[in-house]
C-alpha cells in the first residue's frame, strides 16, 4: 500500500518540478476538474504507437479553408509527427489576416503560446490566447486582443472547438508543459499552403502575405522541426543565424532594418531544395492556367461534419449571389453580446437549376381573429404560434409563410395547436357528471361566448402588434421532455461538450 502512495508522491513532486521549471504555477493551468481532466486511454493509446511520450512538446497548426486543426507531438526520435487532426467547429471573417479590433478575422501567423496564456477558467470552457498582436502584427499596426482558441462552438474573432475538443487540446498542452516545454508555437494559415493551393490562391489581394508565410510552413515540411520566427522590416524571418564567423547573434527589430544573418546551416541544404520544388509546382501550376479559387462568401465557416448537423436552404449573400445558409438553432450563447452567425455552405445545385424552380409556399392555416365578445367576456386569442406570427404582420404571405415550421418550444410539448376543452359539467362532489351538460347552462351565455372561427390561409391584421410572449425568449429543445421521467417543464438529456449541447443551452 505504501509503494503506490510513495509513487504518487514522486510523481505530483516532479508535476509540480516541470512546471516551475516552465516558469508558470501549476494552479493557473488546472484549478478546476474540466483543465485537470487526463487524457482518455485512446489517446494515450495513439501517442504510445505513434513513438510518442505522453509529455513531450506539442506544435499546432490551423487551417480555416479547411477548417482542420493538428496537434503535433515530438516522438522519440527528436521529430515532429502529426498526432490528431481536428475538425473546426466554427471560425469567423475571410481568409487573410485580422488587422483591427471588430473585423471579425480570425488570426493568421506564428504565435507563442506560454503557460500564462492557458485559461482555465474560460466562459468557452477552457482555452487560450493565440498571442494575438504579435511582433510582426504590431509592426503593422494592427489592432485586437483575446482571439483565442477555445470551446463553446461560436466565434467573432477565434477558432472554436467542441468543449470535448478543446478539452484534449488543452491536456495536450498542459502535459507538454509539466514535461518541461516552455511555450509552443502556433500557426495559423488561410489553408493547407501546398504549391497547389498557392497557384489558386495566386490572384488573391493577401497572396504576398500568405506567400511570405510558406517560407515558414515550408520550413517545417521540410524539416519537422519548429521553425524558429523573427521579424525585421515588418516581415517574418524564419530559422536565422548568425553569419560564419560572427562574434554573437543578430538582433532582430520587427520594424527596423534586417541585421546581417543567413539560414541556420544545420537545415539550409534541406530547406533549399524543398522551396526550390515548391515554386517549380507552383510555376508549372500557373503556367497549366490552374482555375483561380473562388473568392470566399460569407462569414468564416465549419468544418463539413458540423456543417452536415445544420439544416441548410438557399439563400442570397449581401451582393446578391446565391448560396446555401445554414442557421444554427435557436439555443442562448453561453455569454451575452455575442452577435448571431450564419454559417455559408457549398452550393449543391446548379445557380441555374435554382433559379428556374418556382417558389412554392406552404399553405397552413392560420386562425381569424375571433368576433368581438360582449362586455365582460376575454377575447380568444390565437391558439398555435403561426396564428400568432400571422396576427402580429398583418397577413403578409411571406411572413405567413416564415411561420409555417413547427417549432417546439423549451419545457412544452410537440403537440404546438392547443386542442379545444372539452365541455363537462361537474358534480358538486367534483367528480365529472354523466350524460349530458349540466341543465342550468344558460342558452344567453353559450351565445355571448366566443365561437370557434375556421382557419383560412390568407391571415388578417388584428390590431397593434401584442408584446413577445415570455416563453419566446427562451432557447428551443432538441426535443419535448420525457414525460414519464422528467418533470414538467425539464429540459432534454443532453451530453455536455457534445456538439449538440452547443445549439441546446446545456452548456
Not at 441555374?352 to 412554392?360: G, I
Request: charged share 20%; net charge positive; hydrophobic share 35%.
Amino acid at each position: 500500500m505504501k509503494q503506490p502512495l510513495v509513487r504518487a508522491l514522486w510523481a505530483s513532486a516532479a508535476l509540480a518540478a516541470a512546471v516551475m521549471l516552465a516558469g508558470c504555477n501549476a494552479d493557473d493551468i488546472t484549478p478546476t476538474g474540466r483543465a485537470q481532466a487526463p487524457l482518455s486511454e485512446k489517446v494515450v493509446s495513439l501517442i504510445a504507437e505513434k513513438n510518442m511520450d505522453k509529455d513531450s512538446p506539442i506544435l499546432v497548426r490551423l487551417f480555416k479553408e479547411e477548417s482542420e486543426l493538428e496537434v503535433w507531438k515530438k516522438n522519440r526520435d527528436g521529430d515532429y509527427a502529426l498526432l490528431k487532426t481536428y475538425p473546426i467547429c466554427r471560425w469567423s471573417g475571410d481568409l487573410g489576416p485580422k488587422k483591427k479590433e471588430g473585423d471579425r478575422q480570425a488570426p493568421e501567423g506564428f504565435y507563442t503560446i506560454t503557460p500564462g496564456q492557458m485559461n482555465p477558467r474560460s466562459s468557452y470552457y477552457l482555452a487560450f490566447n493565440t498571442g494575438f498582436p504579435n511582433a510582426y502584427d504590431r509592426a503593422h499596426g494592427y489592432s485586437g486582443s483575446e482571439l483565442m482558441v477555445h470551446g463553446d462552438c461560436s466565434s467573432r474573432g477565434c477558432y472554436a472547438m467542441t468543449d470535448e475538443q478543446i478539452q484534449e487540446i488543452y491536456a495536450l498542452a498542459r502535459d507538454s508543459f509539466f514535461g518541461g516545454q516552455k511555450a509552443f508555437q502556433l500557426e495559423a494559415f488561410p489553408f493547407r499552403l501546398t504549391a497547389l493551393n498557392m497557384a489558386k490562391h495566386r490572384n488573391n489581394p493577401n497572396f504576398a502575405f500568405w506567400k511570405m508565410l510558406k517560407e515558414g510552413y515550408d520550413h517545417f515540411e521540410a524539416t519537422k522541426q519548429e521553425p524558429k520566427v523573427a521579424v525585421c522590416e515588418k516581415r517574418y524571418v524564419f530559422d536565422p543565424a548568425a553569419p560564419d564567423g560572427a562574434a554573437r547573434a543578430p538582433v532582430f527589430s520587427p520594424s527596423g532594418k534586417c541585421p546581417v544573418y543567413q539560414l541556420d546551416t544545420t537545415i539550409a541544404d534541406t530547406v533549399l531544395d524543398y522551396r526550390r520544388t515548391e515554386q517549380l509546382k507552383m510555376a508549372e501550376y500557373i503556367a497549366q492556367g490552374v482555375a483561380t479559387a473562388a473568392p470566399h462568401v460569407g462569414d468564416g465557416g465549419m468544418n463539413p461534419v458540423f456543417a452536415e448537423k445544420l439544416n441548410a436552404q438557399p439563400g442570397y449573400d449581401s451582393k446578391g449571389h446565391l448560396v446555401e445558409v445554414a442557421s444554427a438553432p435557436g439555443a442562448l450563447p453561453r455569454a451575452g453580446g455575442i452577435p448571431a452567425t450564419t454559417v455559408v455552405l457549398p452550393q449543391t445545385q446548379p445557380e441555374t437549376q435554382l433559379a428556374a424552380q418556382p417558389a412554392v409556399l406552404t399553405s397552413v392555416p392560420v386562425p381569424e381573429p375571433a368576433p368581438q365578445p360582449k362586455t365582460g367576456t376575454a377575447p380568444q386569442q390565437p391558439t398555435t404560434i403561426a396564428g400568432l406570427i400571422g396576427s402580429w404582420f398583418g397577413g403578409s404571405q411571406a411572413q405567413a409563410a416564415a411561420a409555417t415550421t413547427p417549432v417546439a418550444l423549451r419545457g412544452t410539448s410537440s403537440h404546438l395547436t392547443a386542442k379545444p376543452k372539452r365541455n363537462v359539467t361537474r358534480s358538486s362532489a367534483g367528480r365529472p357528471a354523466a350524460g349530458k351538460p349540466h341543465a342550468t347552462t344558460s342558452p344567453k351565455a353559450v351565445a355571448s361566448a366566443p365561437q370557434p372561427v375556421e382557419a383560412s390561409a390568407t391571415p388578417r391584421a388584428s390590431g397593434p402588434i401584442p408584446s413577445l410572449p415570455p416563453e419566446m425568449r427562451t432557447a428551443f429543445s432538441a426535443a419535448p421532455p420525457n414525460r414519464e421521467t422528467a418533470l414538467s417543464g425539464a429540459q432534454p438529456v443532453v451530453p455536455t461538450g457534445s456538439f449538440s449541447a452547443r445549439w441546446f443551452g446545456t452548456q
